[in-house]
């Protein structure tokens, strides 16, 4: 089952900062953040991962707060192709997916 | 990095009739494969684990006699829909674990089934 919870949806301007909230109290020493986003119609595409300690890659940084309890996405510059919706889900590595309802994020032009 | 395809990717079917999807891991081998379905405005909702050699584990209330899942390569899973009926009509996705060394899980484009 999933152990996450995020808003619904949210917005955000082309070009400002989107930052995508997720609560994961209930997350156990050995699990995993992940973030997942799903463009319509398409597979989810991996976006980063993190265990403790905040992340960063290309498209993405992750925040992961000192308790683990809560975790933001952050996508630095949202684009109109960043439109889509956003999973945030636990497991420990190697374990099954369980995805939760995710946040669909509009960016407006 | 590491890409899954699925094969068809929409399928329309008469109610009763069976349908076959593919899901192939393309330039890495894949001893664990999994497959979703999702509804319109829904989320992923995991249906089975699919280990190569061995039977699937699906997960609780799917039907295991109704979508039969083989894995008998590691490159390659199949999930056939027996005979189907328009509420088996939904987006079936598979994923395969990643590379040795990978923690990562790597999504298919999807299949579009709809049942007339």
């Known amino acids: 089952d999933a152990k996450t919870t995020q808003p619904p949806s949210m917005d955000c301007a082309e070009g400002r900062a989107a930052n995508l909230p997720c609560n994961h109290s209930?997350?156990?020493?050995?699990?995993?953040v992940y973030w997942y986003r799903q463009i319509h119609s398409q597979g989810p595409q991996y976006i980063i991962h993190?265990?403790?300690n905040n992340e960063t890659n290309e498209m993405a940084s992750l925040i992961i707060t000192e308790d683990r309890k809560s975790s933001t996405l952050i996508l630095p510059h949202a684009t109109l192709r960043d439109t889509a919706v956003y999973y945030c889900?636990?497991?420990?590595?190697?374990?099954?997916?369980?995805f939760g309802t995710g946040t669909s994020l509009t960016v407006i032009p | 990095g590491a890409v899954v395809s699925q094969h068809p990717s929409r399928v329309i079917c008469k109610s009763g009739t069976s349908v076959k999807i593919e899901c192939r891991s393309l330039?890495?081998?894949?001893?664990?494969m999994f497959w979703y379905r999702q509804f319109p405005k829904q989320s992923l909702m995991l249906m089975a684990t699919?280990?190569?050699?061995?039977?699937?584990?699906?997960e609780q209330g799917v039907e295991k006699d109704k979508f039969l899942i083989n894995h008998a390569s590691l490159t390659l899973s199949t999930l056939t829909v027996t005979s189907a009926h328009p509420e088996d009509s939904s987006f079936y996705i598979c994923?395969?674990?990643?590379?040795?060394?990978?923690?990562?899980?790597?999504f298919g484009p999807g299949t579009r089934l709809t049942v007339l």
């Open positions: 994923s395969a674990r990643g590379p040795q060394g990978s923690n990562e899980q790597f």
């Open positions: 209930t997350i156990s020493g050995n699990e995993y």
């Open positions: 993190g265990l403790k």
């Open positions: 889900i636990v497991r420990v590595h190697w374990d099954q997916f369980y």
């Open positions: 330039d890495f081998q894949a001893t664990t």
């Open positions: 699919s280990n190569e050699g061995s039977k699937a584990t699906y």
